[in-house]
Nanobody
Framework: QVQLVESGGGLVQAGGSLRLSCTASGRSFSLYAMAWFRQAPGKEREFVAAISRSAGSIYYVDSVRGRFTISRDNAKNSVYLEMSSLKPEDTAVYYC???????????????????WGQGTQVTVSS
């Protein structure tokens, strides 16, 4: 069973930066497409960014494009979300997710991701 553990969340002022990390257990991380989602209070969970297993394909939701960068290090079984120019509306619990089965493409819908981390809180103060 693959487990995902996120870290790096915290409290930051608007305009600041944070780097989230997600580390996977097991030996097949390089075969998974990975993504970050977030859920703000009172809202549904939404897609943030995704990266293919070789990092050849990357996709962002419009609201974070140009401010957030997703990357991965397959040697470290890790995926990262570098967040800059943070805004109060970025406040949410951030989840990493793995798609272990549909490895030829990356997806924005939750239903394609079969393994989830526990989430890490990001709070951006104004």
């Amino acid at each position: 069973q693959v487990q995902l553990v996120e870290s790096g969340g915290g409290l930051v002022q608007a305009g600041g930066s944070l780097r989230l990390s997600c580390t996977a257990s097991g030996r097949s991380f390089s075969l998974y497409a990975m993504a970050w989602f977030r859920q703000a209070p009172g809202k549904e969970r939404e897609f943030v960014a995704a990266i293919s297993r070789s990092a050849g394909s990357i996709y962002y939701v419009d609201s974070v494009r140009g401010r957030f960068t997703i990357s991965r290090d397959n040697a470290k079984n890790s995926v990262y979300l570098e967040m800059s120019s943070l805004k109060p509306e970025d406040t949410a619990v951030y989840y990493c997710a793995a798609d272990r089965f549909h490895t030829t493409a990356i997806y924005t819908a939750e239903r394609w991701y079969d393994t989830w981390g526990q989430g890490t809180q990001v709070t951006v103060s104004s």
